[in-house]
């Protein structure tokens, strides 16, 4: 199984209102893109110095899976909208030996 993890950080810019419908997109997706095992995201709620707004955590059977995932376009939607408002952007994915 292959994890995808995405941290964001947003302009100020970026309203209530806009993130919203931004979230609610991203939280869509599982039932748009049959390769994606499971999905969840949710803010950050320590608000800490290090801290980033909003985690994403995806899964995927393979790479493969994450390949389709990335190309999708109800993906590329998201993108298209956080494209001009996410001040960072952190991801890593990883392989978790054995899951099923």
Do not use: C, N
């Amino acid at each position: 199984m292959i994890r995808h993890v995405a941290v964001f950080r947003f302009v100020p810019e970026f309203t209530t209102e806009q993130r919203e419908h931004w979230i609610s997109l991203l939280r869509a997706l599982p039932e748009q893109i049959p390769e994606l095992r499971s999905m969840s995201a949710g803010r950050d709620v320590l608000g800490g110095p290090a801290s980033h707004e909003l985690a994403i955590v995806a899964d995927f059977d393979d790479l493969e899976g994450l390949a389709a995932y990335t190309r999708h376009p109800a993906h590329d939607e998201v993108l298209r909208i956080s494209a001009s408002v996410k001040a960072s952007l952190a991801t890593v994915d990883f392989e978790i030996p054995d899951a099923s």
